[in-house]
């Protein structure tokens, strides 16, 4: 009888066992900061948010984090001057999966994910 799982024999299984542990996130960097990334982080100007950008340039709630499964990602919350990823301004209300060392911008401020 042959010993393998799913995990050495199927697409998905080679798939997820590619992933390294190095590759996991687990906390942001923000103002110098180490944040460790929880459920669900909401980013934004307004004192309620789990991470205050104080920048005219970010909306009372510009972003949040979430966690689905075992990764995170990154949503828009219909920002007026948007959220950037490495970069580029995501659309808002769609959802994009981080890696370590992603750079959010949101206005003139900057959140790495490690």
């Given at each position: 009888?042959n010993?393998?799982?799913?995990?050495?024999s199927?697409?998905?299984?080679?798939?997820?066992?590619?992933f390294?542990e190095?590759d996991?996130?687990s906390?942001?960097?923000?103002?110098?900061?180490?944040?460790?990334?929880?459920?669900?982080?909401?980013?934004g100007?307004?004192?309620?948010?789990?991470?205050?950008?104080d920048?005219k340039l970010?909306?009372?709630?510009?972003?949040?984090i979430q966690?689905?499964?075992?990764?995170?990602f990154l949503?828009?919350?219909?920002?007026t001057?948007g959220?950037?990823?490495?970069?580029?301004?995501?659309?808002e209300a769609?959802y994009f999966k981080?890696?370590a060392?992603?750079?959010?911008?949101?206005?003139?401020?900057?959140?790495?994910?490690?």
């Amino acid at each position: 009888m042959n010993d393998e799982t799913i995990i050495t024999s199927s697409a998905v299984g080679k798939r997820l066992d590619s992933f390294s542990e190095s590759d996991k996130v687990s906390y942001l960097v923000f103002n110098n900061n180490k944040v460790r990334l929880i459920s669900k982080i909401r980013i934004g100007r307004a004192n309620d948010n789990d991470i205050v950008v104080d920048n005219k340039l970010a909306s009372r709630y510009h972003a949040i984090i979430q966690k689905i499964k075992d990764a995170y990602f990154l949503k828009d919350e219909g920002s007026t001057n948007g959220t950037f990823l490495n970069g580029k301004k995501i659309p808002e209300a769609k959802y994009f999966k981080l890696q370590a060392g992603d750079k959010i911008t949101i206005g003139n401020s900057n959140l790495v994910i490690s």
